[in-house]
């Protein structure tokens, strides 16, 4: 096949596309489109999901790497020498404890048990954006006691009847308002509320934070241990050399990555999300290549004797059935392409107006890498389901072809 | 230059056999212009389409300018179409998204023996000969039938083959078209000494033709020049 007989395919299949149905063109280039884009809409909907939810559980959970109690024992003991250890080691911005403790929050004749936690507020900030939520009032300091800020979803709203709340609340806090805490220990004491924030990640919108001095006080004692330590990475250092270096420098607690965690509590979840793209990538695949199969079918069997008179005055079969190759490779591309542009349509809209619910919330999460292998694909399928009916029908005989 | 023997063609249909083509032998010189005539379904088109590689005989065999036929393989025969011969369709067969300047350097375009510049000379000069070169950007649909079938001739002639075949290429034109078309007909065969060989079933056009060969059911009944008719 040389450049000669390509050029007359390429001029035959442009000249069919351009002077043949236009709304046929236009269907098939739409059909393209709305398969590549299902196919990219499911996997990108659970990628921004599970970057979602990775990013909040290091925001707010576990930073990048989590230092918890090993096996038997009930918290990380030793734990400011422990700390002292681990933020002087290259790579760590900061490391901060954690510690929780069951409480009772009495506001009017509003009772609602939550878990609170303990937190040193200076140290969090370099570990999680929580400071940054804060849609009322204000963070917690290092040193404040009497204090504490609560979620938004926990604070309530005044203008929802008890028995309307998605999530129990206490009615309608506000900021300076005075809650009773009781604490699981026993001991009572009454806190201003400081401030309220909201994360958008359950975990942190359902309890609410004081400082680990006032934590002391509830105890009776210094806090030298915690539930865990989250540690945050600096830019540039991975996690996995975090917890490598955690480990060689004799940090005798367990060490988990964030990966390490949400491989074993997303594992099934990633799993059923990944047979989900697998489906729907399989049904875009088919679809296309079945709807290419079809609109070349169609073409080549209402050209037949157009066929066979191209092979009567002696253009070889080759040409014809790249004729049609090149017709297919034309509209996949175009479909492709139209297939990005919608896609990216989308990806802007769900980015203002994302898929919000109380666990995650959801836009569209695509890498270039991810557009470039999907195109692929769908061209592979496309060009085969086009070179399979031309390659049928190049080869008819003459005669047939021209009775038709 | 052409050389027929004992061509056969056979068609079953069920178990009943029709003998398209039952032995015909004939040669063919250079420069001639034959008109095969006869009554329909006496064999002339499958004669022709024999001639033309379109269509494969039972048996014989068919040897032109010492190339025999049968010999060659699919793609060889697509080359012997495309560089010896030229085809004139009933219905012109004109591909319908290409206009005519395309639809007439089709084939050129193929020949590797050339150039753009070459091929694009060669259609705009059958274009002007067949008086149609200031509608070579029109598609065949904005043609009448008539200038169709010039088109389709251009088509045929401008590789300059050495046989140029015609399938009763006035059957679907009025008298005056199909006067035109076998004008243009003699002319290339007058000017540039072309073999043509052509299908007919119209009585008249045998005073355009140098040598006429008539079938009846598949057998050749008469051959003589015209006027003679002699075997």
């Known amino acids: 096949?040389?450049?000669?007989?390509?050029?007359?395919?390429?001029?035959?299949?442009?000249?069919?596309?351009?002077?043949?149905?236009?709304?046929?063109?236009?269907?098939?280039?739409?059909?393209?489109?709305?398969?590549?884009?299902?196919m990219v809409f499911l996997p990108g909907m659970f990628n921004s999901i599970g970057q979602n939810i990775t990013k909040q559980v290091v925001d707010y959970e576990v930073g990048n790497v989590l230092i918890s109690p090993k096996s038997g024992e009930q918290y990380v003991t030793d734990l400011d020498a422990t700390l002292a250890l681990i933020n002087g080691m290259p790579g760590v911005e900061r490391a901060t404890p954690h510690y929780s403790k069951a409480a009772t929050l009495k506001y009017r004749?509003?009772?609602?048990?939550?878990?609170?936690?303990?937190?040193?507020?200076?140290?969090?900030?370099?570990?999680?954006?929580?400071?940054?939520?804060?849609?009322?009032?204000?963070?917690?300091?290092?040193?404040?006691?009497?204090?504490?800020?609560?979620?938004?979803?926990?604070?309530?709203?005044?203008?929802?009847?008890?028995?309307?709340e998605f999530q129990a609340s206490l009615g309608g806090v506000r900021v300076g308002d005075s809650i009773t805490v009781e604490w699981a220990n026993g001991y009572t004491k009454d806190y201003r509320v400081k401030g309220i924030y909201s994360t958008g990640y359950w975990a942190t919108d359902t309890t609410g934070y004081v400082t680990k001095s006032d934590m002391e006080l509830v105890e009776g004692r210094p806090l030298d241990y915690a539930d865990y330590i989250t540690v945050k990475a600096k830019p540039g250092y991975s996690e996995k050399f975090i917890k490598?270096?955690?480990?060689?420098?004799?940090?005798?607690?367990?060490?988990?990555?964030?990966?390490?965690?949400?491989?074993k509590s997303m594992g099934k979840a990633l799993q059923s999300y990944a047979i989900i793209n697998m489906v729907s990538l399989f049904v875009g695949i088919v679809i296309t290549t079945v709807v290419l199969f079809i609109v070349i079918t169609i073409k080549t069997l209402n050209s037949r004797k157009q066929i066979g008179i191209l092979k009567a005055i002696g253009v070889d079969k080759a040409v014809i059935m790249h004729n049609y190759g090149f017709q297919v490779i034309i509209l996949a591309l175009l479909g492709i392409a139209c297939g990005i542009i919608m896609t990216s349509l989308l990806m802007v809209y769900m980015t203002y107006n994302p898929i919000v619910t109380p666990d995650w919330s959801a836009s569209l999460y695509l890498t270039p890498m991810d557009l470039i292998s999907n195109s692929l694909i769908l061209f592979v399928a496309a060009v085969i389901a086009g070179y399979v009916p031309a390659w049928q029908v190049s080869r008819e005989d003459i005669q047939t072809a021209m009775r038709s | 230059m052409i050389e027929i023997y004992d061509l056969r063609r056979i068609y079953r249909m069920g178990d009943i056999e029709v003998r398209a083509l039952d032995g015909v032998s004939l040669e063919?010189?250079?420069?001639?212009?034959?008109?095969?005539?006869?009554?329909?379904?006496?064999?002339?088109?499958?004669?022709?389409?024999?001639?033309?590689?379109?269509?494969?005989?039972?048996?014989?065999?068919?040897?032109?300018?010492?190339?025999?036929?049968?010999?060659?393989?699919?793609?060889?025969?697509?080359?012997?179409?495309?560089?010896?011969?030229?085809?004139?369709?009933?219905?012109?067969a004109l591909v319908p998204d290409l206009t005519v300047m395309e639809n007439v350097s089709l084939t050129a375009m193929l020949r590797k023996d050339r150039t753009e510049g070459q091929y694009r000379k060669d259609s705009v000069e059958i274009l002007q000969k067949i008086g149609l070169y200031d509608r070579r950007d029109h598609l065949p649909r904005e043609l009448s039938g008539g200038q169709q079938q010039r088109v389709s001739i251009a088509r045929a002639m401008v590789n300059k083959p050495d046989i140029l075949f015609a399938d009763e290429p006035c059957a679907n034109l009025d008298s005056e078209n199909s006067r035109m078309v076998l004008e243009l007909f003699r002319e290339i065969n007058e000017e540039m000494q072309q073999t043509i060989v052509m299908v007919s079933h119209e009585d008249w056009h045998k005073d355009y033709f140098h040598r006429i060969v008539r079938l009846k059911d598949g057998k050749v009944i008469a051959d003589g020049t015209n006027g003679s008719s002699a075997h």
Not at chain 1, 7 to 30: P, Y
Not at chain 1, 133 to 158: F, N
């Open chain 1, 1 to 38: 096949m040389g450049k000669k007989e390509l050029k007359v395919a390429f001029l035959l299949a442009m000249r069919s596309l351009q002077r043949g149905s236009r709304s046929s063109v236009i269907l098939t280039i739409l059909i393209v489109a709305m398969c590549f884009t299902n």
């Open chain 1, 109 to 164: 004749q509003r009772i609602l048990g939550v878990s609170l936690r303990a937190i040193t507020p200076n140290d969090e900030k370099a570990v999680s954006p929580l400071y940054t939520k804060m849609i009322s009032g204000s963070y917690l300091g290092d040193g404040d006691t009497g204090e504490i800020i609560l979620a938004k979803m926990i604070a309530g709203d005044p203008s929802v009847k008890e028995e309307y």
């Open chain 1, 244 to 263: 490598d270096e955690l480990q060689q420098y004799g940090v005798s607690q367990k060490v988990q990555t964030t990966t390490d965690l949400l491989a």
């Open chain 2, 28 to 92: 063919i010189e250079k420069g001639e212009f034959l008109g095969i005539m006869g009554a329909s379904g006496s064999g002339k088109t499958t004669l022709l389409h024999m001639l033309g590689l379109l269509d494969e005989p039972t048996s014989g065999r068919i040897v032109i300018e010492g190339t025999d036929l049968s010999l060659l393989s699919d793609y060889e025969k697509a080359m012997f179409r495309l560089y010896k011969l030229g085809y004139v369709f009933q219905d012109y």
